[in-house]
């Protein structure tokens, strides 16, 4: 399976800087064809950036975006919904942790987003991670990793893909991301590549459990402070099939050295 390398641009970039970005990273992939990449732009930058990419498309960079919201259309003031995405975005984050958090959202709420972009044609990248940062014991060697320390993590996977047809679970992709290692937060330190790994094989054998064989194809990526120095270590791992990046996409420089070392 190609890796699948994430740009989460969260609530930065003004236009300028976006299209700037866009064309830097299409430039530095025309003749990169070893990942594919996704961009997720603040709401207002997709169209904008959507014609960035359509001027000579490359199959390697497509658009995404970083929500929806968990009905298909209302009175619901300033919220964005899948089918307004049909067509225009091939993906979309799904439970990040910062939506969780800051916005409340439910395992419940997050079913339904990930419902509703499948119907849409959107595949979703369901976000899933846990708040505690494990011992440094752990960390350095996670051979004695338990189901029950990653317990958040598969418990939130099993919950947003509650209902999901076999077809439909086949069209998802997960984001691991320890909630600890996020940049953004204080104290943020990476995972391991090693820890990463072997919560990702739980993740990957809950999947098995609820889709059979077919899981081995659902891609897996990994979330928290990746950076040029860290993606290597990561990206090597048996069951990371990619990373989403917050901080380190908005470079171009940055972004495409970890685009590069996908393996
Ligand atoms: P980070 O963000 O790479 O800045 O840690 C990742 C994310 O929150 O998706």
């Known amino acids: 399976m190609k890796p699948i390398i994430v740009a989460n641009w969260k609530m930065h970039t003004r236009l300028g800087e976006a299209l700037i970005l866009a064309s830097g990273i299409k430039e530095g992939l ?30 390697q960079l497509v658009l995404g975006a970083q929500n929806i919201y968990w009905q298909g259309e209302g009175a619901f003031t300033g919220e964005v919904s899948a089918e307004m995405l049909r067509g225009l ?100 330190v990476p995972a391991t590549g090693h820890y990463a790994q072997a919560v990702a094989a739980k993740l990957r054998a809950r999947l098995t459990r609820h889709l059979g064989e077919p899981a081995a194809h659902i891609p897996i990526l990994y979330g928290g402070s990746v950076n040029p120095q860290n993606a290597g270590e990561f990206l090597a791992q048996p069951d990371i099939n990619g990373a989403l990046v917050g901080g380190a996409s908005l470079q171009v420089r940055s972004f495409l050295s970890i685009c590069k070392q996908a393996v």
């Open 30 to 59: 025309t003749d990169f064809t070893g990942c594919q990449a996704i961009l997720c732009p603040p709401f207002p930058w997709l169209a904008p950036v959507a014609e960035v990419l359509q001027k000579h498309p490359l199959k």
């Open 89 to 188: 975005v091939s993906c979309v984050i799904l439970g990040h942790s910062e939506r969780r958090h800051y916005f409340k959202e439910t395992n419940q709420e997050i079913n339904k987003k990930v419902l509703l972009a499948l119907e849409a044609r959107i595949r979703p990248i369901i976000c899933v991670g846990e708040l505690r940062r494990p011992s440094a014991a752990i960390l350095r060697d996670p051979s004695d990793l338990t189901s029950e320390m990653v317990k958040q993590p598969l418990d939130e996977l099993s919950a947003a893909v509650k209902g999901l047809t076999p077809e439909q679970l086949s069209r998802v992709a997960i984001a691991y991301e320890p909630v600890w290692a996020i940049s953004s937060n204080k104290n943020a």
